[in-house]
């Protein structure tokens, strides 16, 4: 009698784990080659897309599009499922009882995380300058009548701040709004 249990509970589990995932885009999301947001863009996926999740990696999400070749896509841009909030007490019975195993008391939870950057002493202490990146960051940047004409497109005015010292201490009890903190990283 418990070898029948046993591998009708075998045979339910791995037809879980062999269904695939799916989700739901959220709004219009660039389908990335690779898992870089300065990757190639190899197409825009509407929103609602339904696409099948191959794989994770950080923030992002390789996915197989109904449309499209496989590509990567923000993983905030994705909703898990088929792309419907979850309604209180949607769920009953067993399936309700796997639901919470896979994702908590009630429902979908997605959390993302992203690890910061792998830096040794190691690391720091064999750093070497990269010249075609000091190049690339420069072509980032603008005129000042370029940053005028943006800002003044954008109804910004101009406004003068205050310098304030590293390590300034402010008397107590008078500190005002405008009152901006010292900086942690030091003399900028």
């Given at each position: 009698m418990k070898l029948p249990v046993t591998l009708f509970v075998l045979c339910f589990a791995c037809s879980l784990s062999a269904a695939a995932e799916t989700g739901t885009t959220v709004k219009d999301t660039e389908l990335k080659k690779e898992p870089f947001i300065d990757a190639a863009t190899l197409a825009t996926l509407p929103g609602q897309?339904?696409?099948?999740?191959?794989k994770r990696q950080g923030g992002?999400?390789?996915?197989?599009?109904?449309?499209?070749?496989?590509?990567?896509?923000?993983?905030?841009?994705?909703?898990?499922g088929d792309g419907k909030p979850r309604q209180e007490g949607s769920g009953s019975g067993i399936g309700?009882?796997?639901?919470?195993?896979?994702?908590?008391?009630?429902?979908?939870?997605?959390?993302?995380?992203?690890?910061?950057?792998?830096?040794t002493k190691d690391t720091l202490q064999n750093a070497s300058p990269n010249p075609g990146e000091l190049k690339r960051m420069h072509g980032f940047s603008?005129?000042?009548?370029?940053?005028?004409k943006l800002a003044?497109?954008?109804?910004?005015?101009?406004?003068?701040?205050?310098?304030v010292e590293p390590g300034a201490v402010r008397p107590s009890g008078n500190a005002s709004s405008s009152d901006a903190p010292a900086s942690s990283w030091g003399n900028n």
């Open positions: 897309t339904t696409v099948e999740i191959l992002w999400t390789q996915v197989k599009p109904p449309t499209a070749d496989k590509g990567w896509v923000r993983m905030l841009n994705l909703r898990l309700a009882l796997f639901n919470v195993a896979r994702s908590g008391s009630s429902g979908t939870t997605v959390t993302t995380g992203v690890r910061g950057l792998d830096i603008v005129s000042k009548a370029e940053a005028l003044g497109s954008a109804k910004l005015h101009k406004q003068s701040v205050e310098y």
